[in-house]
């Protein structure tokens, strides 16, 4: 088959469309011919060596995929041949064809064309885990999402409407605010003009925000936790503002506030599997309803991954881009 390979670390360039050797199902697993995989945030770090996959998973990139399957592992119950899945993966989503162990698989919803649904696994399962399992978003509360259009955001603020949460967003421009809004965002700050803690307390009278989803790590920690309510909970997903930052502990102690931080790949198979599942439960009929629904930028093809990395860095793009198969 042909993936998508990276014989030296380094920018857009790095990433060579090559012939591999076909992936082999172990037990549990079910191969899958792959109609489109997607780009993450994370898929550039690994490009650039900064972000290894964790031990035991393929050295090809790619965190999510959507296809058909063509061959069942021993020990598998429950898929057949033939279905049309997406998946959650450990790597592996830029090739042709990727081995998906079975609990990281979910069915096509029932309005989502089979390349769209490339865009769903890993923006659900990352949102469902901390704003919901770990965070327990309620409705009534409300609920900040730095970069809200970006394919975590544009999920996030959806799910959060859905259960009745307030949604405050930040992004970084007009066109991307105004996006946001028709997601349903209530709250809208441009972080580049704004300030979100003043922006978030003249919003709530003062009470700040109930659960805050955070990509940028190191740059906002200190910000954030003045901008939690009290019984707050902040959940960090992304170090895109660096790693080490300065914590004010009598500030959270006094909020009686929470922060959390967890990486959805590094997990153990039997808690992605137990994600997925939640997600199935939760989210897909959300998502069969038509009430939320993937936000697809661009499609590209594979080969040229390259070019989507360079719209990711460029933040050219609202929500997820796709990189089909041909
Ligand atoms: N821990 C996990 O398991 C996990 C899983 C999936 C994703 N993630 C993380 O979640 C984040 C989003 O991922 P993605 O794939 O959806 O990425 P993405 O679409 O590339 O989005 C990145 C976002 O960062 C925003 N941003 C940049 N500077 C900002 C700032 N100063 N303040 C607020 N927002 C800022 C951008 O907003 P503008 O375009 O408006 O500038 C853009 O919306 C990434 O950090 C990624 O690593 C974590």
């Known amino acids: 088959m042909y993936a998508i390979t990276i014989p030296e670390p380094g920018g857009p360039e790095a990433l060579v469309w090559a012939e591999v050797p076909d ?124 970069g809200g259009s970006s394919g975590i955001g544009t999920m996030a603020i959806q799910l959060a409407k859905a259960i009745g949460a307030r949604v405050a967003v930040t992004a970084g421009s007009k066109e991307k605010l105004d996006y946001c809004a028709e997601l349903g965002a209530d709250i ?48 960090i997903i992304g170090m895109q503002g660096g790693i080490q930052g300065e914590l004010n502990i009598a500030m959270l102690l006094n909020k009686r506030g929470a922060i959390t931080a967890t990486s959805l790949r590094a997990r153990p198979l039997s808690e992605k599997a137990a994600i997925v599942a939640a997600v199935r439960e939760h989210i897909w009929p959300l998502i069969d309803s038509g009430r939320v629904r993937p936000i697809v930028d661009r499609k590209l093809p594979m080969s040229d991954a390259a070019q989507a990395h360079r719209v990711l860095e460029e933040s050219g793009h609202i929500g997820k881009v796709l990189l089909t198969v041909e």
Not at 56 to 78: D, F, H
Not at 83 to 98: F, I, P, T
Not at 113 to 133: I, K, R
Request: proline share 6%.
């Open 23 to 146: 992936p082999v199902p172990g037990d549990g697993e079910v191969l899958v011919e792959v109609a489109a995989g997607a780009v993450n945030r994370a898929d550039l770090l690994q490009r650039q060596g900064l972000y290894n996959p964790p031990p035991g998973a393929t050295a090809i990139p790619g965190l999510e995929c959507a296809g058909r399957i063509v061959a069942l592992g021993a020990g598998v119950s429950g898929w057949s041949v033939g279905d049309e899945v997406c998946a959650l993966l450990s790597g592996g989503g830029y090739a042709e064809k990727v081995a998906v162990p079975a609990g990281q698989l979910l069915p096509v919803p029932e309005n989502t064309d089979l390349v769209t649904a490339a865009a769903l696994p890993e923006v659900t399962a990352t949102v469902w885990s901390n704003v919901f399992m770990i965070a327990h978003l309620r409705p009534g509360e409300t609920f900040l999402v730095h």
């Open 188 to 235: 809208l700050i441009n972080y580049r003009e704004q300030d979100f803690v003043e922006e978030i307390k003249r919003a709530t009278d003062g009470a700040g925000a109930d659960v805050i989803l955070d990509n940028m790590g190191a740059k906002y920690l200190d910000r954030n936790v003045q901008t939690l309510a009290t019984n707050g909970r902040l959940a």
